[in-house]
């Protein structure tokens, strides 16, 4: 399928981890395939106890004095899926499709968060005309998730000294820092009485235009749980209800595409019109909201769980609460209303909550927690990471920019992103550690609309190679 595009290798090996199975948490696949790749290649490989990979480059003969660096990515990816498409992301291959400029899929997430960052280490590592310092390419786990991989990553293990991270999703732009975060998550029993209403419907949204909760919820697009509550008081103004359940999302970093919720009414159907709740979400034109009859559920939820569910829902918060002073087109403060679930008669309930200000950061996670105590959950905090802070002087960083002046004759911007990335948890294992991080072009990934732009893979591929010749 990637056959004929350029750089050739890199999407070579692109297509190659496009078919092994790599969602986060199920990664044991494409790190054996790392570490054999490896082997293969002659090379010092290692397989850690958390299926990290490093493998380690010898340095071109006039690179021999030159200290290590490290090419760093991470091999898990976010599973997502469109409505109604039927994939198996523990066993089938991503459908690849190719489109102009851009790699795109059939109905899935790409993977080119982060397989873009693996492709490009291996074509590195396997040239062996490639003039740089030795290299260590290091593909972590789980970063999707819980970043247990690069957490688990051994000082005695790596060499280098300077960290270039490939998972940036835009062409031309320099990070250098990044926000901290982590998970809140709210439990509550759910209570539950006989039915009283004649008839039992199910509400669905589907194919809101979701993407990354980091770097794209600045954009005002739609989270398909607080679209349900909207849409419920609609229906409220119709007639009385029983909620039976609310669920919708699947990924704390993935802003939620699809909901339903079920509940009994004593009408017969249903001709309510969402066009104006619709219209106030104008990216997420692709969306469909049904209701229709379904088999009678003989339990609903009791009055006071489901005040709980809609107070909780209408209150929280979901968005951007504050951007920062420095960089005032970049988020400083943000939270995703990600995940409800209900498993076993108890709702579950995930936010992510990120930020770079220490101090808004704990301001908005009280304000979370009390509103999560206030309406019957029990609350933990789970998954932290630190910001990445922006590094007053790095001779990495100057040495990039020059680089690209020079590939190019156009300035690279240096930003501090609204997003977790692996250089957050490496300043504890290696605060001594010059980092940034830097990629193509990708548009909404974490969601089946993701894309790779095969121009900016080039230029991109040909910027890191400069860079690595002048290091």
Known sequence: MLENLQPNRVFHYFEELTKIPRESGNEQAVSDY??????ELGY????????????????????????PIIIQGHMDMVAEKAEGIK???????????????????????LGADDGIAVAMGLAIIEDKEAKHPALELLVTTDEETTMSGARAVKKENIRGKKLINIDAEEEGILLAGCSGGHNLIGKQKLKYQARQLKNTFELTINNMLGGHSGMEIHQKRGNSIKFALQAMNLIKEVSDYELVSIVGGSKHNAIPRDARVVFASDEEDYSIDFTNLIAKYPLDKDMQVTIKKIDNIDEVLSAQSQENIEQFTSEVPHGVYSMMEEYPDIVECSNNLAIFDIQ??????????????????????ENVTKIYQKN???V????????????????????????????????????????ALEPAVFTDTFPEMEMIAVGP???????????????????????????????
Do not use: C
């Not at 299926?51 to 200290?67: L, W």
């Open 344 to 365: 076993d008669r108890q709702l579950k309930v995930t936010i992510s909550l990120r930020s770079s200000n220490p101090e808004s950061f704990d301001k908005h996670t």
């Open 380 to 419: 933990i905090e789970a998954d932290y990471y630190q910001a990445w802070e922006f590094a007053k002087e790095s001779s990495l960083r100057e040495t990039a920019l020059e680089a690209f002046k020079e590939t190019f004759n156009k300035e690279m911007k240096v930003e501090v992103v609204h997003a």
């Open 441 to 471: 072009t990708m548009k909404d990934v974490h969601s089946p609309n993701e894309r790779l732009s095969i121009s900016s893979t080039e230029r991109t591929f040909k910027f890191i190679n400069k860079l690595l010749e002048k290091l």
């Open 34 to 39: 790392l570490y054999h790749l490896g082997k």
């Open 87 to 109: 994939h198996d992301f523990a066993k089938d291959p991503i459908p690849l499709a190719v489109e102009g400029d851009w790699v795109k899929t059939k109905g899935t997430t």
């Open 44 to 67: 010092e490989t290692i397989q850690d106890e958390a299926n990290n990979i490093i493998i380690r480059k010898p340095a071109h003969p006039d690179y021999m004095d030159h200290e």
């Open 376 to 378: 019957g959950f029990d």
